[in-house]
T-cell receptor, first 111, second 116 residues
Framework: AQSVAQPEDQVNVAEGNPLTVKCTYSVSGNPYLFWYVQYPNRGLQFLLKYITGDNLVKGSYGFEAEFNKSQTSFHLKKPSALVSDSALYFCAVRERYKLSFGAGTTVTVRA | DTGVSQDPRHKITKRGQNVTFRCDPISEHNRLYWYRQTLGQGPEFLTYFQNEAQLEKSRLLSDRFSAERPKGSFSTLEIQRTEQGDSAMYLC??????????????FGQGTRLTVV
């Protein structure tokens, strides 16, 4: 079965500093990887995806993610975090019809 | 608003009662998914529809759960004889036709169920 792991429950950064949210994956075959963000009382919002091609994927709201096959990782990054980026972030892998999600990482950006 | 719509947003029910949730996907999307999310966890897949056909069901979907998408548009998720363990956020998502592997799913705001 395909799976992802998010090793950090929480990430705290100061506004203006770089933000990294970690994700590692375990798949058989080619990975189809996604990042979603969830704000309080809101549904999940799609940020970006890796299907094939360039290892650096750019997405919404200034986020990007780096696919690393040798380290089986797909870390989410933002060069300069904003207070409004404070939310719950989920990494996911596609397995046929379904998405399998990690447990999530709570990001807090302090002013 | 042209996003995925779910109704109701919140539901409190007594143990043993039946509940039904509705999901209206994005209009041109032929794929529809139900997920369940409990506190501190990522969403877990429940079931998948392509048009009106239910093509996949998770083993999480016990016989007390049933989902339908009768005309390939909106979908309902019914839970019979609710238990306290059913308390969770129920999320609906939809995606367009095309390769199922590389298309993202668009999620609704969810229905929060509390069983007392």
């Amino acid at each position: 079965a395909q799976s992802v792991a998010q090793p950090e429950d929480q990430v705290n950064v100061a506004e203006g500093n770089p933000l990294t949210v970690k994700c590692t994956y375990s798949v058989s075959g080619n990975p189809y990887l996604f990042w979603y963000v969830q704000y309080p009382n809101r549904g999940l919002q799609f940020l970006l995806k890796y299907i094939t091609g360039d290892n650096l994927v750019k997405g919404s709201y200034g986020f990007e993610a780096e696919f690393n096959k040798s380290q089986t990782s797909f870390h989410l990054k933002k060069p300069s975090a904003l207070v409004s980026d404070s939310a719950l972030y989920f990494c996911a892998v596609r397995e046929r019809y379904k998405l399998s999600f990690g447990a999530g990482t709570t990001v807090t950006v302090r002013a | 608003d042209t996003g995925v719509s779910q109704d109701p947003r919140h539901k409190i029910t007594k143990r043993g009662q039946n509940v039904t949730f509705r999901c209206d996907p994005i209009s041109e999307h032929n794929r529809l998914y139900w997920y369940r999310q409990t506190l501190g966890q990522g969403p877990e897949f429940l079931t998948y529809f392509q048009n009106e056909a239910q093509l996949e069901k998770s083993r999480l979907l016990s016989d007390r759960f049933s989902a339908e998408r009768p005309k390939g548009s909106f979908s309902t998720l019914e839970i019979q004889r609710t238990e306290q363990g059913d308390s969770a956020m129920y999320l609906c998502a939809s995606s367009p036709s095309g390769s199922v592997m590389n298309t993202e799913a668009f999620f609704g705001q969810g229905t929060r169920l509390t069983v007392v």
